[in-house]
């Protein structure tokens, strides 16, 4: 009895894995995002798929994207232990083992790139492979520890998913599609930047280069400022293309004119004052900054209906 | 009591031990559940895909050993333009 008992209980280790572990290792709050740009992506393109192509490649899209987590959380496991915001992910806390984490990464994007490609195009499934690699190695393994222009850089692989719906859709880049990820590419700094703001202490502790552990709150507002500025014109120029509108130029205003609105109160307060209220304005900016994407997202997705179409038909029935 | 062989009771309280529902059994179920689930939902995917795929939105016709003109080009245009 002694040797079965000491081979159950090496195997019982009340740390071993459940299936929600491995489920929060691809993001799923990461994942939500990418799946609603890549299926708005997708939808608004001037082509139809099949119903089971188009959710195929939507679930291909979303694995890929989990994928790529997974490998972060892999590489980063050190940096996360130490921060607060990131200290229960399944392999810092130790449910996941590192290599179990590689394991499902390498797995799960291989599996996604060649079932994209088979189930859409072999463009589409070389933008997945090149954001999971850009995500991965280029912002994770080499820039995130690097510069604090991590998150400039590393943007661009949060930003791809709705152009890779869109190739998915049609089989090329089209400016619509440059467009909508140059809207997620320009609104990642200062969305994350905001976070780093009341968050300053976990990246001071892990020794992450953000720009706030560099250069300081007062240098981090400015930035906030200017880069918010720089991505009305972009949000803006979507509305003049196919996928934008009347629709999309009104909710696009608004949004712009709430968010740099909030850019210019971060960038005028003073420590003092942050500290006072602990960083409310910047709370506020950070969670409103989530609500202006999935505004954009949602006016795009919306002028592709057939109401918006009828709209518009108003519009020209009326000489405007 | 006395009339058992020596460690009876030991061995069956440790086959008890086994057969109680661990907190870990239930974490293993659940997570063998899941990967069936998922691989289920892979496999049924996967065919919906082959099906669309092979359908390109029109009915399938099986090759039935028997001679149908409807499938044959020469007699049937539709077949002849792929459509």
């Known amino acids: 009895m002694s040797d079965i008992r000491a081979e159950i209980i090496p195997q019982t280790q009340p740390g071993e894995a459940g299936f929600g572990d491995y489920v929060r290792l691809l993001k799923p709050r990461v994942m939500s995002?990418?799946?609603?740009?890549?299926?708005?992506?997708?939808?608004?393109?001037?082509?139809?798929?099949?119903?089971?192509?188009?959710?195929?490649a939507i679930v291909f899209i979303a694995l890929?994207?989990?994928?790529?987590?997974?490998?972060?959380?892999?590489?980063?496991?050190?940096?996360?232990?130490?921060?607060?915001?990131?200290?229960?992910?399944?392999?810092?806390a130790g449910t996941v083992a590192p290599g179990e984490a590689l394991g499902l990464g390498m797995g799960l994007s291989l599996i996604s790139v060649v079932m994209l490609g088979l189930a859409a195009n072999w463009l589409a499934a070389a933008l997945l492979a090149f954001t999971i690699f850009f995500y991965a190695v280029v912002y994770t393994i080499w820039l995130k520890r690097a510069t604090p222009q991590n998150i400039v850089i590393g943007g661009a692989a949060g930003a791809f998913p709705p152009m890779i719906g869109?190739?998915?859709?049609?089989?090329?880049?089209?400016?619509?599609?440059?467009?909508?990820?140059?809207?997620?590419?320009?609104?990642?700094?200062?969305?994350?930047?905001?976070?780093?703001?009341?968050?300053?202490?976990?990246?001071?502790?892990?020794?992450?280069?953000?720009?706030?552990?560099?250069?300081?709150?007062?240098?981090?507002?400015?930035?906030?400022?200017?880069?918010?500025?720089?991505?009305?014109?972009?949000a803006l120029g979507a509305g003049l293309t196919s996928i934008g509108g009347a629709i999309y130029l009104a909710v696009a205003l608004a949004l712009n004119a709430v968010f740099v609105l909030?850019?210019?109160?971060?960038?005028?307060?003073?420590?003092?004052?942050?500290?006072?209220?602990?960083?409310?304005?910047?709370?506020?900016?950070?969670?409103?900054?989530?609500?202006?994407?999935?505004?954009?997202?949602?006016?795009?997705?919306?002028?592709?209906?057939?109401?918006?179409?009828?709209?518009?038909?108003?519009?020209?029935?009326?000489?405007? | 009591m006395g009339g058992g062989f020596p460690g009876t009771v030991h061995i069956l309280g440790d086959l008890m031990a086994l057969a109680r529902d661990h907190e870990l059994h239930r974490r293993r179920l659940g997570r063998n559940m899941g990967v069936?689930?998922?691989?289920?939902?892979?496999?049924a995917l996967v065919f919906g895909l082959t099906i669309a795929k092979i359908s390109g939105g029109g009915t399938i016709q099986a090759f039935d050993h028997s001679y149908r003109p409807a499938l044959d080009p020469g007699v049937n245009p539709e077949i002849r333009r792929g459509e």
Not at chain 1, 196 to 206: H, K, P, V
Not at chain 1, 277 to 287: A, H, I, L, M, P
């Open chain 1, 33 to 56: 995002l990418v799946v609603f740009t890549a299926l708005v992506g997708l939808l608004v393109a001037p082509s139809s798929l099949h119903p089971i192509e188009a959710f195929a």
């Open chain 1, 64 to 92: 890929g994207g989990g994928a790529a987590g997974a490998l972060n959380m892999w590489w980063d496991a050190d940096i996360d232990r130490q921060m607060r915001r990131t200290a229960r992910r399944p392999v810092p």
């Open chain 1, 262 to 320: 909030g850019a210019l109160r971060i960038w005028r307060r003073d420590e003092a004052a942050a500290e006072a209220d602990k960083y409310r304005v910047e709370k506020q900016f950070f969670t409103f900054s989530l609500f202006y994407l999935f505004g954009h997202f949602a006016a795009f997705l919306l002028e592709a209906t057939p109401w918006a179409a009828a709209f518009r038909e108003q519009f020209t029935f009326w000489g405007i």
């Open chain 1, 166 to 234: 869109w190739v998915v859709a049609t089989g090329h880049i089209g400016i619509e599609a440059v467009l909508m990820f140059a809207l997620i590419f320009m609104w990642t700094p200062p969305h994350f930047w905001a976070l780093a703001l009341f968050m300053n202490d976990d990246y001071t502790r892990a020794k992450v280069p953000m720009l706030t552990v560099t250069h300081g709150r007062r240098a981090t507002r400015a930035h906030v400022w200017v880069y918010t500025l720089a991505l009305v014109p972009v």
């Open chain 2, 36 to 43: 069936g689930l998922v691989l289920a939902a892979f496999i």
